[in-house]
């Protein structure tokens, strides 16, 4: 009984996680913060593989992790910029490649081929340019 109690709950609470994305009503500041902290990770990423602080890959893998899930929780459309609002199928394409290279960076480092790790994360930063050239009519 105990175990369908808890059952429900559980499926209770994902089906409100899960629910429609809500409008991205934040401030110019935690969209900026999302950022931040993807640029702390590629920062990591790089500065683990150029000067072998191994640790440091993994922590920057997380951070980039975290900070495309935060934006994927909302609507891109409203995310982006209003005249390039337009752009948001790119910039989710953008937005799952990243977590794909990510992936393959995480992989790279376990399987210690830190060669393949460094590409990936270099596949992984043009994503992150391919939206900002759109976003900034670059
Ligand atoms: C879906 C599109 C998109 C992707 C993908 C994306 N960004 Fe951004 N980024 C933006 C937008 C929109 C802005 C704000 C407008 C601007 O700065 O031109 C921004 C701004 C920034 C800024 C400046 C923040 C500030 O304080 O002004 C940094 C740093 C940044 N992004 C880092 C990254 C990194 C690192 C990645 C890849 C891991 C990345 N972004 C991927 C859309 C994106």
Known sequence: MKKILF???L???SIQLNAA?????????????DMKEMADG???IMNGLLYNYLDNVNMGVKKIQGGVKRIQ???LKQYLPADTAYAHKFGEK??????EYSKDVEESMKAKDYEAA?????????????????????
């Open 7 to 9: 059952t429900i709950i």
């Open 11 to 13: 499926l209770v609470l």
């Open 21 to 33: 994305p809500v409008s991205y009503s934040e401030t110019h500041e935690s969209k900026a913060s």
């Open 42 to 44: 590629m920062g990591l």
């Open 73 to 75: 929780s909302h609507d």
């Open 94 to 99: 953008s937005l799952r490649r990243i977590m």
């Open 118 to 138: 460094f590409d990936s994360s270099t596949l992984l930063m043009r994503q992150c340019n391919s939206c900002h050239s759109r976003v900034r009519g670059w």
